[in-house]
């Protein structure tokens, strides 16, 4: 219909009738207690102060015990178990979420054989054993003796038994073996020590292999995680420090996402990658120790010293080997041998998903994750986090089944599973709906481990999410600090000088460390990891000391990681304000015009790094500056659109359209053609950079290949692909927040 | 705010207010003659019908003469002049639109020499030349003979003087080389003559390459382009005819879009391939000629007689060769010599796009276009087209700036550059707003040639605009049929049986033959390409006769196509209520659960022919078909909330989220990833298929290429990666259409 016959008799001068005549329609309640939603509803501060005071420290931390009770590792009874909690939870009539369900994947996970233990052995040249690492952490608190810990294994590294002479190789980096092959050490055949940090963990057996390396041991060094300490009284129980036996479980998978379905979901029918050509697995067998151990190894291997930046905590002098030295513990020609019965599994792992429907645009979903499995009881990873969700989701729930609110936009809680193994779940979920997802998904939020330890928040995200985690922290005390806000809290320990807003907490990027990743990578969603943290100036930790060991139980958080758990109440307050803001405001919370900051900041980090470079290969980044300059003037035209249309009164079309362009422009930063050898890796800014310079990766990335190629080498045509693919990805950028009818 | 705080005092049991007080708001004008949009702005069917009126087939007439008067090959003068009359037309103050820019890309395009033309020679083994073709047609209308004629050449055809012995290899396909082999012929260094037909132009090229082939011809068999007429009495101008002199041009490039730029705008500073290493050319040189000089080289060939299916209506037997016979015009052992000297060169093309800004969702876009560069004065193709797209935006244009009608959703009409050399225009346009595209373009509308002859609607499209379409064709009068609606009288050409609706027009599918396809192919935007064409019974010509020749002229068409131009007049009134009930109504006629039909019949095939082989090799059909019903049941329960909401009184929310649902399906069929290999087809349902089957392309080419492998193959693999990207693109488009907070 048309709107001069719509209208019929009614014509004349009359004015813009108010916003009541809306609300009039719209607002009036159908019956008593089922109320109609308000199509202008907006986020209602009250509603949202109420929820804060109600998120309960006490609550959190019972979730955080029954959660960590049992170790609950992926595809295990006790995790399925915590599916049917969840479920139960979110399911309640009193507390619970509209609807929850189940979805199961069968995916291909890693686990140690229980009949064959994995081991690692000191053997004489007439092979008798002569000494064995451990083959289970020590039981120092009763919880890590149970047949349901999982004995320390590298997971997907390969079976075999591989013997050789043992060198010590640092962090395992291409560097590092580079600099032993550069002092004459042969590593052919050799089985080398490596210790956890500087690279990724499957990273460390690559390149060990590259150089002929036959089986590869990794340890956590005191000088990394316990700020030196090692003894046993220095250490868990009697601090948080790891204990001599502690062993880090983690995937030495390169990728993420189940192994053999990359790109499908794991739906039993799906086509799969036959196990033995599929890509990303360790090439060589793999096994974690702990530093009790490893101290009897490092300690008596011969040769040179290592370098000082090798040495760490374990009192005494580490070197490089290869072999033991003669008057050590062992004989001079002893061998270290490697035994690893690992067996690759088809498992089911299930996601579950709780669902809050949106009242006016059930459409546009927030979501909010966290994974469910743990190595094993994994009370901070990832238990401390699900409990802080459960308490959110509970509160929430209690006000929808009392019917005083309903978001205006639907909410998506979702327990991942199978996160430990490479963010399993939480990918299968984005290649199953990944059509809706990126139609209609507002943003992720992930809060995985809730508190590392009680000193700060720290956030991760793409820009759009700054502004909103901002003024949620604005408006939350800090746990014990007399009044002062989580972001005057935060800025005191993380912050830069942002050009736009001068001082300001650092928001820290997403790599992929967590169950974001697909979200943003893949998805291009906007994205967020909030936690709190350490005081750096009280640990150089590298991550909180029981890390993925036996030791990281209820216990061990209770009293060392947060006694009285106001820091998992102070990260439950923060993340749900950021979700209430994001499901519940009329203008969605997100300033996309904080990406022109990160745009030009990287940009004038090309120009300083790579710029001359660039110029002798007469490649002209001025395509780039004027894209950068486009994104920012159509960014800033488009905060001035919003805070005009913010004082008017809009029509709600105004509003969707408005926030279908604030929603959606994360999506344009994707292009799945860029860089297709990087599994899942679409998003043109966030892709891994290989070099430690922060600006576009694509471009840093194919300059580095390039350097010492020649003028007019396919490589340095890549070089200018990439930055033609930067370009158009920013343009495009622009297009869209342009008014709507330009092009 | 959230509902109950907005309703402060005003509680009580009030029933919904009715639709008027929403209107009372939104539709009443701010002023005299500036009108606000009413939010629930619909189709006015008055509005409509006095457009249909207006459509004007005599101003349709004079546009032609005025497109159609001078050559316009892509980027030459004329083409740019043109430019200029589309941004003066869509800027007039009295019957432009709101806005006209004209974009122009640096393209890579191909001419022959002037300086050197292409020459088609029969040598004696002298050297003598004893024969030469014709270089351009025969200047009958006084139109074939200016500069700007530009001589029958196969566009990127590379440069080159191959010389040999002549061979008939009927249409050149993979299956007619074989055959020719199969006879003992030695096909190396030979030139093959080839006739228009039975593949692409590139692929002829490409299979005589294989086979050693040093060069092709190709020509327009009078069997297949003039039912068998040849004579000049029989031929234009004194019937629609091709006249004996007459060649179709046209581009050889295997892809489409501009060849140094794929995936990337051809903006002047992006990343170009080399043209040497670019890859999609004919790999040999290659050039068209007329039947009459075809004739003299065919009817003079020694050998055996060709298979009755490839012998033609030149009124000889045509013979395989190689050579020529002992006793005909020539000497046996004379040689045919193809010197072709086209040269590839970087042009200007540009595209006009003309904006009229949507009332109530200006970020909705209908998009309508057609290219505007022809071979010469392309008085049919492309003109007759923009003929009526011009008549078009007349019409919309007058209503505009009067003020008494702006549609509901942004209207983008395009003009097209440099189609004629693989969709050039159109394709950068998609690379460029990629993004925006994707998020807002509700369908895309082609009128290429709208005119083919005057018998009959054909549509193409997919299966979301067929029941725009019917509905359209309903309601227009067919052209001197006393009343007979478009639709009464295109059943009667082209049917078929619809499970759902018994019989119904038949709409096509979408190749790649015009503009549609970077829209359909590579953006998932619901496309269809309208036009007046034959009836079959009369003719059996391949396509009208004097396409890409220099006789396609302002005369033919006046005098053999159209006259009156009434059929144009039918395809303007068509398109132009397609186009106006998609801008216009409320909810988006775009019927969503016609897909069911599809992939109903789609699977069905597929368990008719691929059933029984993908059995014995242990590929299971049931997820497809659990995939299957779960779109259909989606699809239908989707049709009744439709159908609910339309009775009730929806609020424009609600509209707008249902609207998207139906927008969006299309995209849910793209994966990027499916057909890596080839360029731009993403979309699962419509990618180009080997076989004659009409079923799921992916799975169908996947199945042809693992036929003869063995059990376990990495092609039978690829059956099970297409079968499963199949199954989640249709579980992932059933996902999009179930309500939308469900999961």
Not at 115 to 121: F, I, K, L
Request: proline share 7%; net charge negative; glycine share 8%.
């Amino acid at each position: 219909m048309q709107w001069v016959n719509v209208l019929g008799g009614v014509v004349g001068g009359a004015a813009l009738v108010g916003l009541g005549i809306i609300l009039g329609h719209f607002a009036i309640p159908k019956g008593a207690d089922v109320p109609t939603p308000s199509i202008f509803q907006d986020l209602d501060l009250e509603i949202l102060e109420s929820i804060m005071q109600q998120l309960d420290a006490r609550r959190i931390r019972e979730n955080l015990r029954e959660l960590s009770r049992e170790p609950h590792l992926a595809s295990s009874p006790q995790d399925e178990a915590l599916v049917q909690l969840l479920l139960q939870r979110w399911r309640d009539p009193e507390s619970g979420l509209d609807s929850a369900e189940a979805s199961t994947y069968e995916v291909l996970l890693s686990f140690p054989s229980r009949e064959q233990p994995n081991r690692v052995a000191v053997v004489s040249p007439t092979g008798n054993v002569l000494f064995s690492c451990r083959q289970s952490e020590q039981n120092l608190t009763g919880e890590q003796g149970g047949p349901d810990v999982v004995p320390p294994y590298a997971a997907y590294a390969p079976p075999g038994t591989p013997q050789g002479l043992l060198v010590y190789a640092n962090q395992g980096t291409e560097e590092d073996f580079m600099k032993l092959q550069a002092q004459g050490i042969k590593l052919e055949g050799t089985i080398a020590l490596t210790r956890y940090g500087g690279t990724g963990r499957g990273a460390k057996a690559v390149n060990a292999a590259k150089h002929g390396v036959a089986g590869v041991l990794v340890y956590t060094d005191p000088a990394d995680i316990n700020d030196g300490q090692s003894s046993t009284n220095e250490t868990f129980p009697n601090s948080w420090r790891l204990p001599p036996s502690g062993v880090e479980r983690g995937s030495y998978y390169e990728y993420f996402g189940d192994p053999l379905t990359p790109y499908l979901p794991a739906n039993p029918s799906s086509f799969r990658l036959d196990p033995d050509t599929a890509s990303g697995f360790p090439p060589i067998p793999t096994q974690p120790i702990g530093f009790e151990d490893a101290k009897i190894l490092l300690c008596n291997l011969q040769g040179a010293s290592a370098p000082a930046a090798w040495q760490g905590a374990l009192g005494c002098d580490y070197k490089l080997g290869p072999g033991f030295q003669p008057n050590g513990d062992f004989p001079g020609d002893s061998q270290v041998n490697v035994s690893v019965y690992n067996r690759l599994e088809l498992r089911n792992s299930s996601n579950v998903l709780g669902i809050i429907r949106g009242a006016v645009e059930p459409d546009r979903y927030v979501l909010y994750g966290n994974h469910r499995d743990s190595w094993v009881h994994g009370a901070v990873d990832p238990s401390n986090g699900t409990a802080v969700l459960l308490e959110l989701s509970r509160v929430l729930g209690t006000l929808l089944k009392k019917g005083t609110w309903r978001p205006r936009r639907s909410i998506v809680f979702a327990s991942w599973g199978a996160e430990e193994f490479g963010l399993i779940g939480s990918t299968e979920f984005t290649e199953e709906f990944f059509s809706k997802l990126q139609e209609r998904a507002v943003a992720y939020i992930n809060v995985d481990i809730s508190v590392f330890a009680n000193a700060t928040l720290r956030a991760q995200g793409t820009p759009p999410v700054q502004s909103v985690i901002f003024a949620a922290s604005k408006q939350i005390p800090a746990p014990s600090l007399g009044g002062l806000s989580i972001y005057d809290n935060w800025i005191r320990y993380f912050n830069r000088s942002s050009p736009v807003y001068g001082l300001v907490p650092s928001l820290g990027s997403l790599g992929a460390g967590s169950d974001y990743a697909p979200f943003i990578h893949f998805l291009g969603i906007s994205s967020m990891d909030i936690a709190y943290t350490y005081d750096r100036s009280k640990t150089s930790a590298r991550i909180y000391p029981t890390y993925h060991t036996a030791f990281d139980t209820f216990g061990y958080v209770d009293k060392f990681v947060d006694p009285g758990f106001s820091s998992h109440q102070a990260v439950a307050r923060t993340a749900g304000s950021v979700l209430l803001r994001l499901s519940d405001s009329l203008f969605l919370p997100l300033n996309v015009s904080d990406y022109g900051e990160t745009l030009r900041s990287f940009l004038q980090a090309a120009q300083q790094n790579l710029g001359v470079l660039l110029e002798q290969h007469s490649i002209s980044l001025v395509p780039l500056v004027t894209a950068v300059e486009k994104f920012e003037g159509a960014a800033g035209a488009l905060d001035q659109r919003i805070s005009a249309l913010q004082k008017a009164t809009p029509d709600p079309l105004q509003v969707r359209m408005l926030n279908d362009q604030l929603m959606l422009l994360e999506r344009t930063f994707l292009n799945p053609r860029a860089f297709p050898e990087e599994r899942y890796y679409s998003h043109v800014l966030w892709a891994p950079r290989t070099g430690s310079v922060a600006t576009f990766p694509g471009l840093a990335n194919a300059c580095s290949r390039a350097m010492n190629t020649s003028l007019g080498s396919p490589a340095w045509a890549e070089v200018q692909r990439q930055l033609s693919i930067l370009v158009v990805a920013l343009e495009g950028a622009a297009a869209t927040l342009r008014p709507v009818a330009d092009f």
